[in-house]
């Protein structure tokens, strides 16, 4: 049994910074990448930023410069640091991790962004 476990969401007034975390647990067996998305209300859920194995980064334009990926292999965590916050990045936030033979995804954690 494979557990992902999110935290670090919350509500932020624009401009502030939260940081989110996610840990795999279980068996896992290898993990390659490992991502966030995010799903606003009414939107489908879109990829936010990514990590391969040996810490390669993208992320999508509108976060770029605000958002930072990072991951920690010995604990099988990903995190996602959110500085800038603006309204629009309201949403739930899930973590993927690309594992092999399969993909896994967490619960995902709210973020809200207004004053």
């Known amino acids: 049994q494979v557990h992902l476990v999110e935290s670090g969401g919350g509500l932020v007034q624009p401009g502030g910074s939260l940081r989110l975390s996610c840990v795999a647990s279980?068996?896992?067996?290898?993990?390659?990448?490992m991502a966030w998305y995010r799903q606003a209300p009414g939107k489908e859920r879109t990829l936010v930023a990514i990590?391969?194995?040996?810490?390669?980064?993208n992320y999508i334009d509108s976060v770029k410069g605000r958002f930072t990926i990072s991951r920690d292999n010995a604990k099988n965590t990903v995190y996602l640091q959110m500085n800038s916050l603006k309204p629009e990045d309201t949403a739930v936030y899930y973590c993927?991790?690309?594992?092999?033979?399969?993909?896994?995804w967490g619960q995902g954690t709210q973020v809200i962004v207004s004053s």
């Open positions: 993927r991790v690309f594992g092999v033979p399969r993909d896994y």
């Open positions: 279980g068996s896992i067996g290898s993990i390659n990448a």
């Open positions: 990590i391969t194995k040996d810490g390669t980064t």
